[in-house]
């Protein structure tokens, strides 16, 4: 090749490094630009853009891989036997209450068939009923009249003294009558309302109140001994506020003119008084009355007999009371202050 050759030849190649390297400012990324833009050959061109050199990374450990890769299963295997026996368990209660849906109502086996009641006072009947569909499911009713009182927890009567009673998830049905009257006796019915309706007939006792005078009606007594009359109150719904005792139509006390004379009471469910005479003579035969505030009164008649009679004596003995040691105390401090007294 000539001498002017390699002249133009080197210019036309300076011009286009020129252009190029224009080039290489505008596109710095490409990787056939850097290798020409560098000046020189490959070496510049790692020098001038270094390549990262490999990452390090933690060994693998296939033991320790493969014994995650075994528990992940066993707890796989954990969570589908958890929510297997949850499956289960919620079936076996859907059945339970399946059961329990399809099973009748019944009455308790040891239900009590009776009840007394204090007139006055109140009387609870309880039925009891297992496996009952809902609250309204049990009534009561008035066997006389089969008048319903109740259902469920509802009185279904004017009569205010009537009041059903029943808890949520109870098996107990109570009916309570508040201040009992002698016509509440007799038959009430407890009900289910299944097909057929199933009943369980209770009775009712009323109680009425009464008055005695032990002994009576007749009592007999030597003359100068210890007279000693005893009026007992039974069935009261509670005690009386006053005991009053009469000799004919006279009221005595401890402060009859008689003397000698002691009254002691004992109270409770059943109340007692005791009249204590000292010294019976004959002004003292007649009848005597033991009244009890708002009850019905209880008489006995009191013969005093000079020895003749011992036998009858003896013979209505037995059903005079003798005041409890409390009273007995009481009575014998009363008779011997009235003794030092005379």
């Given at each position: 090749m000539s001498r002017g050759a390699d002249?133009?030849?080197?210019?036309?190649?300076?011009?286009g490094n020129s252009a190029l390297h224009a080039t290489c400012h505008k596109q710095p990324s490409l990787t056939s630009t850097l290798a020409v833009c560098a000046k020189g050959g490959p070496e510049d061109v790692e020098a001038a853009y270094p390549l990262a050199g490999p990452t390090d990374l933690t060994p693998i450990n296939s033991t320790r891989l493969i014994e995650t890769l075994v528990d992940g299963e066993e707890e796989e295997g954990e969570i589908e036997d958890e929510d297997a026996g949850s499956l289960e368990d919620e079936r076996g209660e859907d059945e339970d209450m399946e059961d329990l849906e399809d099973e009748d109502p019944y009455f308790d086996a040891l239900m009590v068939p009776s009840y007394t009641a204090y007139l006055g006072k109140t009387a609870t009947l309880t039925c009891i009923v297992h496996a009952a569909k809902s609250d309204k499911s049990v009534t009561w009713l008035r066997g006389?009249?089969?008048?319903?009182?109740?259902?469920?927890?509802?009185?279904?009567?004017?009569?205010?003294?009537?009041?059903?009673?029943?808890?949520?998830?109870?098996?107990?049905?109570?009916?309570?009558?508040?201040?009992?009257?002698?016509?509440?006796?007799?038959?009430?019915?407890?009900?289910?309302?299944?097909?057929?309706?199933?009943?369980?007939?209770?009775?009712?006792n009323v109680v009425e109140p009464w008055v005695e005078v032990l002994g009576s009606p007749d009592i007999y007594v030597n003359r100068a001994s210890m007279i000693n009359l005893t009026c007992v109150v039974h069935h009261a719904p509670y005690p009386p506020e006053e005991i009053t005792w009469y000799?004919?139509?006279?009221?005595?006390?401890?402060?009859?003119?008689?003397?000698?004379?002691?009254?002691?009471?004992?109270?409770?469910?059943?109340?007692?008084?005791?009249?204590?005479?000292?010294?019976?003579?004959?002004?003292?035969?007649?009848?005597?009355?033991?009244?009890?505030?708002?009850?019905?009164?209880?008489?006995?008649?009191?013969?005093?007999?000079?020895?003749?009679?011992?036998?009858?004596?003896?013979?209505?003995?037995?059903?005079?009371?003798?005041?409890?040691?409390?009273?007995?105390?009481?009575?014998?401090?009363?008779?011997?202050?009235?003794?030092?007294?005379?």
């Open positions: 002249v133009g030849l080197a210019t036309i190649v300076a011009s006389r009249d089969l008048r319903i009182l109740t259902v469920g927890r509802y009185t279904y009567t004017t009569d205010l003294r009537f009041e059903a009673l029943h808890q949520e998830s109870s098996s107990e049905w109570t009916l309570r009558i508040k201040s009992v009257q002698l016509r509440d006796q007799g038959n009430y019915e407890c009900q289910i309302t299944t097909k057929p309706i199933r009943t369980f007939t209770v009775f009712l000799h004919g139509n006279q009221s005595i006390n401890y402060t009859s003119s008689r003397g000698g004379v002691s009254v002691v009471e004992e109270r409770g469910e059943t109340t007692t008084s005791f009249l204590l005479l000292q010294n019976a003579r004959a002004s003292d035969i007649g009848t005597f009355t033991c009244q009890p505030e708002g009850m019905t009164p209880a008489t006995a008649n009191l013969h005093v007999l000079e020895g003749e009679h011992r036998q009858a004596i003896q013979t209505n003995s037995s059903c005079i009371r003798v005041p409890s040691l409390a009273a007995f105390i009481i009575v014998t401090a009363i008779l011997a202050s009235c003794c030092v007294v005379c």
